[in-house]
């Protein structure tokens, strides 16, 4: 099993996590929601495998690059 | 007799440049990931086609005045076909003195040379294949005095800029003159992993900073494709980048004194996609794909992206269409909205020049909500990079088409059409425009309506609704300040249309393009 990072394209703030720990995601499903310069920017599962951990919130401030989903797969 | 004996010196001379470094070299190359440069030539031109030239220079060790035994010059150069078009390729040989230069009578490429006396003396394009480390300070003692910089001149890379294609693949650790050599580049491309650029490499950097940094912290693809842009594309692997290559060259001329390939390939330009109808969320704050839209828009498979890992808000690429070479400028809007950031405008730049001088129409996408705004980016100069944006489309001479498919403001939205020119601008239903955002703007406009008002809030939402009613791109059309408004399915036809047109054009304006002026 391999830990794969997924981080956020952008600077903003988390606005909707629409996914939890243990779900199984298909590549390019929407992960979380990130709000940046007035958009709802997605967070895309780069693989497909199952949500490990999440390593920010709702409402958290989140920058570009960082680690916001890791996913095993 | 003939003259057998010396034809026969000059077979067993060739089959020592074949050994290049000798195999214990090879093997480590090959040990590191890395291809030899012979291997590389072969991988990267039309079979057999390599002519080398220079292939008997070498530092040969004499017995009774007869060739017992020759180290090849550390650079393999010639002529090479690339889908039947003539190039100029060149080479450091790292296996022999890791690719340092030889002192020979006359350099053999690299930085000026025969490589690239050839493609601007023939008008060919060049392609560099990078591997070495370039100067030593050990030359001084060799020489007996410290060379000036500028010993081996860049003037000719630099005229080759304003000629003919030049591509750089920096296939190894580049510091110094090779390093800045893939920079004069109209495109570069490194390989993950086993290559690395850097102005200079981690014992200078300990020494000058006592920073520690391993090579590829320092300079491989992460930092210099991604976040400083100084390479434009990164390859998986040498085969890939080499098939990167002759792709890359598919689009253009030989020289800027032809139009780019027309290459026909069937997809039909009446070609229908239904997907385009909804491919723009009516929810304004909900992204969706550029990529998607190029995808479905321009000839199939054809769009080939340029520094797709750097100023991601932007998206450039060459593509086709009915078969027209053409560049694609589309902003993103999965990355903050789109906004123009000073990377941004920087790949902006650089593409338009690129397409300009090769004689490429360019088509924008347009999806931008104004240059990036906060701290960070006035900090980084954003108003300065993006003006240089403005700037440069208004300097380019190709033909331009702009469709508007959502926002397009302020600044940064002039400088995705052709004011100088025809400016010809169509938009999607979705499209949306003015001098800044009505959010916001209503806010510093009406500031003291607003605050005089009983219930601000409300007053605010009043008056950002009643300006929204102007912002159809029905009303512009009416008043001809937008050329027209289509189907999205329609784009794919219109833009054939126009852009076979535009052939003749682009046929009358071959030549130098020369740019006066002083970049912002």
Known sequence: MAREEIESEVTGTVWKIETKVGDKVMEGDVLMIIESMKMEIPVLATEAGTIAEFTTEETEPVSEGQVVVILET | ?520
């Open chain 2, 1 to 520: 007799m003939g003259w057998e004996e010396s034809v026969a010196e000059i077979r067993r001379r060739r089959a020592w440049a074949q050994a290049q470094g000798g195999a214990d070299n090879v093997a480590r190359q090959h040990a590191a990931g890395r291809l030899t440069v012979r291997e590389r030539i072969a991988g990267l031109v039309d079979d057999g086609s390599f002519r080398e030239v220079g292939g008997l220079s070498a530092s040969v060790t004499y017995e009774n005045g007869v060739a017992v035994a020759a180290t090849p010059a550390p650079y393999v150069c010639g002529l090479a076909n690339i889908d039947g078009r003539p190039v100029a390729v060149g080479g450091e040989d790292f296996t022999v003195r890791g690719g340092t230069s030889a002192g020979l009578d006359k350099r053999k490429g690299g930085q000026g040379g025969f490589s690239e006396d050839l493609a601007y003396e023939y008008r060919i394009p060049l392609v560099n294949l990078i591997d070495g480390a370039g100067g030593s300070v050990a030359s001084a003692k060799q020489r007996g005095h410290a060379v000036f910089p500028g010993v081996d001149s860049f003037d000719r890379s630099v005229q080759l800029l304003s000629e003919v294609p030049v591509v750089s693949a920096v296939l190894g650790s580049a510091a110094g003159g090779p390093a800045g050599r893939a920079i004069l580049s109209h495109w570069s491309v490194m390989v993950e992993g086993t290559s690395q650029i850097f102005a200079a490499g981690p014992p200078v950097v300990a020494r000058s900073l006592g920073q520690k940094i391993t090579k590829e912290d320092l300079g491989g693809v992460p930092v210099a494709v991604a976040a400083g842009g100084t390479i434009d594309n990164a390859a998986p692997s040498e085969e890939a980048c080499f098939a990167m290559i002759r792709r890359y060259l598919s689009f253009m001329p030989q020289n800027v004194h032809e139009a780019p390939p027309r290459v026909v390939a069937g997809d039909p330009a009446g070609r229908i996609e239904e997907a385009l109808l909804d491919a723009v969320p009516h929810e304004r704050r909900h992204p969706y794909d550029m990529r998607r839209i190029i995808e479905l828009v321009f000839d199939r498979n054809s769009s080939f992206e340029i520094q797709p890992g750097h100023g991601k808000a932007l998206i450039t690429s060459l593509a086709r269409l009915d078969g027209h070479v053409v560049g694609i400028v589309a902003n993103n809007p999965m990355v903050y909205g789109g906004a123009m950031n000073v990377a941004e405008s920087n790949k902006q730049c650089h593409f338009i020049e690129l397409c300009d001088t090769f004689h490429i129409p360019l088509v924008f996408l347009v999806d931008v909500p104004g240059f990036m705004v906060g701290e960070q980016a006035e900090r980084a100069g954003v108003l300065r990079a993006g003006m240089r944006a403005v700037y440069v489309a208004s300097q380019a001479r190709v033909p331009v088409m702009t469709v508007v498919i959502r926002k397009c403001y302020g600044m940064a939205g002039m400088a995705t059409c052709h004011q100088a020119g025809l400016n010809l601008r169509i938009a999607w239903p979705s499209a949306e425009w003015g001098s800044l955002p009505v959010e916001g703007g209503v806010a510093v406009a009406y500031r003291r309506e607003i605050a005089a008002a009983a219930d601000p809030k409300q007053r605010e939402a009043e008056l950002e609704a009643e300006l929204r009613e102007y912002a159809s791109p029905f009303r512009t059309a009416e008043a001809f300040g937008v050329e027209d408004i289509i189907d999205p399915r329609e784009t794919r036809a219109y833009l054939c249309r126009f852009i076979g047109a535009a052939q003749g054009r682009i046929k009358t304006d071959i030549g130098l393009k020369p740019r006066a002026g002083v970049r912002p």
